[in-house]
């Protein structure tokens, strides 16, 4: 008994040393950042200005001819920096760039001195990545060669580095090599231009990722990993994984100590290593109890509950000295995944998670996004009510932003750096090398659920089969792996241009590559453009208006063909003729939020079908655009912002436009019940027109969409092809005419070939919407509709992959013509086509007693008579045709407001009111919050509301959220204008 209270001593002694020592060493020999941001001062210079590279490293060399660089950045944007470029993202500045300038090596140089509190035996110094290879020299000796973007570096400078006087680093940048995809993988593949992006001088080379010194005894730790296994909910079972590595001559004695909080939980474990040699080294509850842990706090998606972080100190003592200490965030989840119907479902702690996300292409162009920046990026895609972010083609590298989306509760979809070319990059070995770099350094991070190897495309051998098994190596299997971003489980991918919003709704919308349906789909996009207060901010004056070739520069024409800018003017026309650029920035707002908005609530709307998921390209902006963004470049919060943030509720309500049903989507982890939902409708004047409220008791399970009434509209299916002449490529057993006789019983049959068509002369042009096609069994497996106004210049309106015997109906937006076309593609039989009915669908059928626009509010209410979700949509009885909105009397509203400040940041809480003496309603209110001495508005700003809408009485609390230092001692304004008001 004795005995063994002593030893319980000695070990609490132990304990209370180790963590002492741990804490002293952490403070005093923490990291010592080289960063420009740190004070570093940084020059670089192209390697082709230096006669004689081995004078570089002398003390005395002369630098005044060297540019200051920002480190980490990139060469371009350190000459940026200096004034020795415009600004590039204004106007065409970037375009206008001598290439030949950069497209080159550089040198970077820095001093240093080693710390005086460095007091530990071995001195490294640190790099976290280079784009795209460096070689690295201190003090004249050459350390080594950094290949590849991902690739660490960590150099014993233990006996190079002086403490007598300043150390001279020396860094050779190589210029990446042509063409980045795939030859030149990996790297940040966008940088030589992309439909979204200029090509950037220099393709993004420089140091690219953080440079450090640190300090350690001769035994570390390297790439610890923890992985949590969940049996059930209510237990964990966590491992923990890493390498000790001795440096010194002699075998050592380690002693490793880990501490995991919330909960201090303790574990330690002692180890003898080889001289000059690495030690593997993996705990789990075979070996410590404690490391199976009841009642975890989970890691959630956003929507699904709290994203719980846990951090494991670990700390590695050779006898009472700690030679190294290193943090380890980690979540507690189970990821696991399905692909029931040929349609990849992911779920996460047993629950499946309806995906709602975007893409980002880079976090900036030149890479200007450091540290706290990606905290509010990445929060505006929690405050949009997104889970998932994918980071497209890796071009996202820095550690913070994974550190945000745990932080936030945003899954990863991980891709590494291989797009849809048949070529392989210049050097396998290195390209596989840098993707075990990538999965060891982000591996802990419970945000990613996805790793994706190419973009629209499969993996040239050997990769597909060595990225698998490096997953399965240094990941465990632990994530899902997709070959390729568009196939194989998945929807395709686009299309990326602005449709009307039945479209979303109507089945199927059609991607490229990939199965049909809905199913899980990681990019679909629509042109973004942005309001005028950002516009003017990149676009030179004389270059305003109208759409000229400046605005092709910032991709709304020919070099962003796919966002389709023609289609989008055409939509934004339907608000009116815009008079100038202010007036077509403001109605672009309400496309953009109508066509957002209508992407996810149509995927949503088919969750009982097949659909697991959407991610909009683009959901963040890294260039100066008008296309492809939810916010923009400058953090405005466009339209589709609003119209994504309100769709992506995780209890909602919503209508569909085609079918004008109401439904229920509820993407939690909860049921709901004892709820209410209801459905008003309201005239231009803001009377309602009561004959189309409707109100019901409802539920809603969990995971699901359901259906609780439909709104008493007039169906858009009136036939104005019955009766009408017909004409056919061929008949093989009669009259074409049987289509469209009455008689459901008769039927046109085609010969036996694919391209085979028949079409309807409606006699006059016609506003038409849709078709009606009754199938017998020989039917068509994929087919088009067009349209003419000659029977000789068609227009494709829509396409179905999905042809199937029976009734099918397909509608489309509102077209005039006056001939319809069933275009066969590919036959579902040997035989030919088989039609018994033809029907072609009226468009603009007015419903009775409402104005030419009219609006649908909705409202769901829990047991306890609460708003938990409400929604709102404007309506034409000529649906495109919102252009009586610009009727709309001026309004005058009240705002109140006040602002407090708190912990460095800023918040503004304001009332708007619409009195109840007001001239009508006010349409699409847009708040703002600015600074009264420049009335330039203040961002980025969390906002909790925008561009609402409240009738006579109404009235909306608002509260805006930004970083103080923003307003400075500056007074804030806050306004309310609504879209009445801008004529």
Same mark, same amino acid.
């Given at each position: 008994?004795?005995?063994?209270?002593?030893?319980?001593?000695?070990?609490?002694?132990?304990?209370?040393?180790?963590?002492?020592?741990?804490?002293?060493?952490?403070?005093?020999?923490?990291?010592?950042?080289?960063?420009?941001?740190?004070?570093?001062?940084?020059?670089?210079?192209?390697?082709?200005?230096?006669?004689?590279?081995?004078?570089?490293?002398?003390?005395?060399?002369?630098?005044?001819?060297?540019?200051?660089?920002?480190?980490?950045?990139?060469?371009?944007?350190?000459?940026?920096?200096?004034?020795?470029?415009?600004?590039?993202?204004?106007?065409?500045?970037?375009?206008?760039?001598?290439?030949?300038?950069?497209?080159?090596?550089?040198? /970077?140089?820095?001093?240093?001195?080693?710390?005086?509190?460095?007091?530990?035996?071995? =001195?490294?110094?640190?790099?976290?990545?280079?784009?795209?290879?460096?070689?690295?020299?201190?003090?004249?000796? #050459?350390?080594?060669?950094?290949?590849?973007?991902?690739?660490?570096?960590?150099?014993?400078?233990?006996?190079?580095?002086?403490?007598?006087?300043?150390?001279?680093?020396?860094?050779?940048?190589?210029?990446?090599?042509?063409?980045?995809?795939?030859?030149?993988?990996?790297? /940040?593949?966008?940088?030589?231009?992309?439909?979204?992006?200029?090509?950037?001088?220099?393709?993004?080379?420089?140091?690219?990722?953080?440079?450090?010194?640190?300090?350690?005894?001769?035994?570390?730790?390297?790439?610890?990993?923890?992985?949590?296994?969940?049996?059930?909910?209510?237990?964990?079972?966590?491992?923990?994984?890493?390498?000790?590595?001795?440096?010194?001559?002699?075998?050592?004695?380690?002693?490793?100590?880990?501490?995991?909080?919330?909960?201090?939980?303790?574990f330690v474990k002692r180890l003898s290593v080889g001289s000059h040699s690495i030690q593997d080294l993996k705990l789990d509850k075979k070996d410590f109890e404690q490391l199976m842990i009841n009642s975890p706090r989970l890691w959630w998606p956003n929507g699904y509950g709290e994203p719980n972080l846990?951090?494991?100190?670990?700390?590695?003592?050779?006898?009472?000295?700690?030679?190294?200490?290193?943090?380890?965030?980690?979540?507690?989840?189970?990821?696991?995944?399905?692909? =029931?119907?040929?349609?990849?479902?992911?779920?996460?702690?047993?629950?499946?998670?309806?995906?709602?996300?975007?893409?980002? *292409?880079?976090?900036?162009?030149?890479?200007?996004?450091?540290?706290?920046?990606?905290?509010?990026?990445?929060?505006?895609?929690?405050?949009?009510?997104?889970?998932?972010?994918?980071?497209?083609?890796?071009?996202?590298?820095?550690?913070?932003?994974?550190?945000? @989306?745990?932080?936030?509760?945003?899954?990863?979809?991980?891709?590494?750096?291989?797009?849809?070319?048949?070529?392989?990059?210049?050097?396998?070995?290195?390209?596989?090398?840098?993707?075990?770099?990538?999965?060891?350094?982000?591996?802990?991070?419970?945000?990613?659920?996805?790793? @994706?190897?190419?973009?629209?495309?499969?993996?040239?051998?050997?990769?597909?089969?060595?990225?698998?098994?490096?997953?399965?190596?240094?990941?465990?299997?632990?994530?899902?792996?997709?070959?390729?971003?568009?196939?194989?489980?998945?929807?395709?991918?686009?299309?990326?241009?602005?449709?009307?919003?039945? /479209? $979303?709704?109507?089945?199927?919308?059609?991607?490229?590559? *990939?199965?049909?349906?809905?199913?899980?789909?990681?990019?679909?996009?629509?042109?973004?453009?942005?309001?005028?207060?950002?516009?003017?901010?990149?676009?030179?004056?004389? #270059?305003?208006?109208?759409?000229?070739?400046?605005?092709?520069?910032?991709?709304?024409?020919?070099?962003?063909?796919?966002?389709?800018?023609?289609?989008?003017?055409?939509?934004?026309?339907?608000?009116?003729?815009?008079?100038?650029?202010?007036?077509? @920035?403001?109605?672009?707002?309400?496309?953009?939020?109508?066509?957002?908005?209508?992407?996810?609530?149509?995927?949503?709307?088919?969750?009982?079908?097949?659909?697991?998921?959407?991610?909009?390209?683009?959901?963040?902006?890294?260039?100066?655009?008008?296309?492809?963004?939810?916010?923009?470049? $400058?953090?405005?919060?466009?339209?589709?912002?609003?119209?994504?943030?309100?769709?992506?509720?995780?209890?909602?309500?919503?209508?569909?436009?085609?079918?004008?049903?109401?439904?229920?989507?509820?993407?939690?982890?909860?049921?709901?019940?004892?709820?209410?939902?209801?459905?008003?409708?309201?005239?231009?004047?803001?009377?309602?027109?009561?004959?189309?409220?409707?109100?019901?008791?409802?539920?809603?399970?969990?995971?699901?969409?359901?259906?609780?009434?439909?709104?008493?509209?007039?169906?858009?299916?009136?036939?104005?092809?019955?009766?009408?002449?017909?004409?056919?490529?061929?008949?093989?057993?009669?009259?074409?005419?049987?289509?469209?006789?009455?008689?459901?019983?008769?039927?046109?049959?085609?010969?036996?070939?694919?391209?085979?068509?028949?079409?309807?002369?409606?006699? #006059?042009?016609?506003?038409?919407?849709?078709?009606?096609?009754?199938?017998?069994?020989?039917?068509?497996?994929?087919?088009?509709?067009?349209?003419?106004?000659?029977?000789?210049?068609?227009?494709?309106?829509?396409?179905?992959?999905?042809?199937?015997?029976?009734?099918?109906?397909?509608?489309?937006?509102?077209?005039?013509?006056? /001939?319809?076309?069933?275009?066969?593609?590919?036959?579902?039989?040997?035989?030919?086509?088989?039609?018994?009915?033809?029907?072609?669908?009226?468009?603009?059928?007015?419903?009775?007693?409402?104005?030419?626009?009219?609006?649908?509010?909705?409202?769901?209410?829990?047991?306890?008579?609460?708003?938990?979700?409400?929604?709102?949509?404007?309506?034409?009885?000529?649906?495109?045709?919102?252009?009586?909105?610009?009727?709309?009397?001026?309004?005058?509203?009240?705002?109140?407001?006040?602002?407090?400040?708190?912990?460095?940041? @800023?918040?503004?809480?304001?009332?708007?009111?619409?009195?109840?003496?007001?001239?009508?309603?006010?349409?699409?209110?847009?708040?703002?919050?600015?600074?009264?001495?420049?009335?330039?508005?203040?961002?980025?700003?969390?906002?909790?509301?925008?561009?609402?809408?409240?009738?006579?009485?109404?009235?909306?609390?608002?509260?805006?959220?930004?970083?103080?230092?923003?307003?400075?001692?500056?007074?804030?304004?806050?306004?309310?204008?609504?879209?009445?008001?801008?004529?």
């Amino acid at each position: 008994m004795y005995k063994i209270f002593i030893l319980h001593i000695k070990f609490i002694v132990v304990n209370v040393v180790v963590l002492f020592f741990s804490t002293v060493l952490f403070a005093q020999n923490k990291p010592f950042d080289l960063g420009s941001g740190a004070g570093q001062i940084w020059k670089v210079t192209p390697q082709s200005d230096i006669t004689h590279p081995e004078q570089i490293s002398e003390r005395n060399y002369n630098t005044q001819t060297w540019v200051n660089a920002i480190v980490p950045g990139t060469v371009f944007a350190s000459y940026v920096a200096a004034g020795l470029e415009k600004d590039p993202n204004f106007g065409d500045n970037i375009y206008k760039v001598d290439r030949k300038k950069y497209d080159r090596s550089f040198w /970077y140089r820095t001093e240093f001195a080693i710390p005086v509190a460095y007091n530990q035996k071995k =001195i490294w110094l640190n790099f976290k990545g280079v784009n795209r290879k460096a070689d690295i020299y201190l003090n004249g000796s #050459k350390l080594g060669t950094l290949d590849g973007f991902m690739q660490r570096g960590n150099f014993d400078i233990t006996e190079i580095a002086t403490r007598k006087e300043k150390n001279i680093l020396t860094v050779l940048v190589y210029i990446p090599v042509q063409p980045l995809a795939n030859v030149g993988s990996p790297n /940040y593949v966008s940088s030589a231009g992309w439909d979204w992006m200029p090509y950037v001088p220099g393709l993004n080379s420089g140091i690219t990722d953080n440079v450090f010194l640190s300090n350690t005894g001769e035994v570390t730790i390297k790439d610890p990993w923890i992985r949590t296994n969940l049996p059930t909910n209510a237990r964990a079972d966590i491992s923990i994984a890493m390498q000790v590595k001795n440096t010194s001559d002699n075998s050592q004695s380690a002693t490793i100590k880990g501490v995991i909080t919330p909960g201090n939980i303790e574990f330690v474990k002692r180890l003898s290593v080889g001289s000059h040699s690495i030690q593997d080294l993996k705990l789990d509850k075979k070996d410590f109890e404690q490391l199976m842990i009841n009642s975890p706090r989970l890691w959630w998606p956003n929507g699904y509950g709290e994203p719980n972080l846990y951090n494991c100190q670990l700390s590695v003592s050779v006898g009472n000295e700690v030679s190294e200490v290193q943090n380890v965030k980690f979540g507690i989840k189970r990821y696991s995944f399905d692909t =029931i119907g040929h349609v990849l479902h992911v779920a996460i702690n047993g629950v499946k998670v309806f995906i709602k996300g975007g893409d980002w *292409g880079m976090s900036e162009y030149l890479l200007r996004s450091r540290g706290a920046e990606y905290d509010t990026k990445v929060r505006l895609h929690k405050e949009m009510n997104f889970n998932m972010i994918r980071n497209w083609i890796g071009s996202v590298t820095d550690e913070e932003f994974y550190d945000a @989306c745990d932080k936030y509760g945003i899954m990863v979809w991980d891709d590494f750096w291989l797009n849809a070319n048949e070529n392989l990059p210049g050097d396998i070995n290195v390209f596989n090398a840098n993707a075990i770099e990538k999965i060891k350094r982000f591996r802990n991070h419970p945000a990613i659920a996805v790793w @994706c190897a190419e973009n629209e495309g499969w993996p040239m051998a050997p990769l597909n089969n060595w990225l698998r098994e490096d997953l399965a190596t240094f990941d465990g299997g632990d994530r899902y792996y997709q070959p390729n971003s568009h196939a194989e489980n998945l929807s395709g991918s686009g299309p990326w241009a602005s449709k009307d919003p039945r /479209y $979303y709704f109507t089945a199927y919308p059609t991607g490229s590559g *990939g199965n049909n349906g809905w199913g899980l789909r990681t990019e679909l996009g629509t042109a973004v453009f942005t309001n005028f207060e950002s516009f003017k901010k990149f676009m030179p004056e004389d #270059k305003w208006w109208p759409r000229n070739e400046m605005w092709n520069k910032h991709f709304f024409g020919p070099l962003a063909f796919n966002a389709g800018p023609d289609e989008y003017d055409e939509m934004v026309s339907r608000y009116g003729s815009p008079k100038g650029i202010e007036d077509y @920035c403001r109605k672009a707002q309400f496309v953009n939020i109508e066509t957002n908005k209508a992407m996810f609530e149509g995927w949503q709307d088919a969750m009982g079908e097949d659909a697991s998921g959407l991610m909009t390209w683009m959901s963040q902006s890294a260039y100066p655009s008008l296309v492809w963004q939810t916010y923009d470049y $400058y953090y405005d919060l466009t339209g589709a912002y609003w119209g994504a943030k309100k769709a992506c509720e995780p209890l909602h309500i919503q209508w569909n436009p085609l079918t004008n049903a109401v439904k229920i989507i509820n993407t939690t982890r909860a049921d709901a019940d004892g709820l209410r939902a209801s459905a008003d409708v309201y005239n231009m004047d803001g009377s309602k027109v009561s004959q189309y409220s409707i109100s019901k008791a409802a539920i809603a399970p969990d995971n699901s969409s359901g259906q609780v009434f439909t709104l008493n509209f007039n169906p858009y299916i009136n036939d104005l092809a019955k009766g009408k002449p017909v004409t056919s490529s061929s008949s093989a057993n009669g009259d074409a005419g049987a289509v469209n006789d009455g008689d459901s019983h008769t039927r046109w049959a085609s010969n036996g070939n694919d391209n085979e068509w028949i079409y309807v002369d409606l006699g #006059k042009v016609e506003s038409v919407s849709g078709v009606g096609l009754n199938w017998e069994d020989a039917y068509a497996k994929s087919y088009k509709i067009e349209v003419s106004d000659d029977a000789r210049n068609w227009k494709q309106v829509a396409v179905s992959r999905d042809g199937r015997q029976g009734i099918q109906r397909l509608a489309f937006t509102e077209v005039n013509a006056r /001939y319809v076309k069933m275009q066969g593609l590919e036959r579902a039989t040997n035989w030919g086509y088989s039609l018994f009915d033809f029907e072609v669908y009226q468009g603009d059928v007015a419903s009775e007693g409402l104005s030419d626009v009219h609006f649908i509010k909705l409202k769901l209410e829990n047991k306890n008579g609460m708003t938990v979700s409400d929604n709102f949509y404007w309506r034409g009885n000529k649906r495109k045709d919102y252009s009586a909105l610009s009727k709309l009397p001026e309004v005058r509203l009240t705002t109140k407001y006040s602002v407090t400040r708190k912990n460095g940041k @800023c918040f503004i809480h304001a009332n708007v009111s619409n009195p109840a003496s007001s001239k009508g309603i006010a349409f699409g209110v847009r708040v703002q919050a600015k600074n009264m001495s420049t009335g330039e508005q203040i961002l980025p700003a969390i906002v909790n509301e925008n561009y609402f809408t409240l009738f006579k009485g109404e009235s909306k609390n608002i509260e805006i959220e930004f970083d103080g230092v923003l307003s400075g001692n500056d007074k804030i304004v806050f306004t309310a204008e609504p879209f009445n008001n801008g004529k």
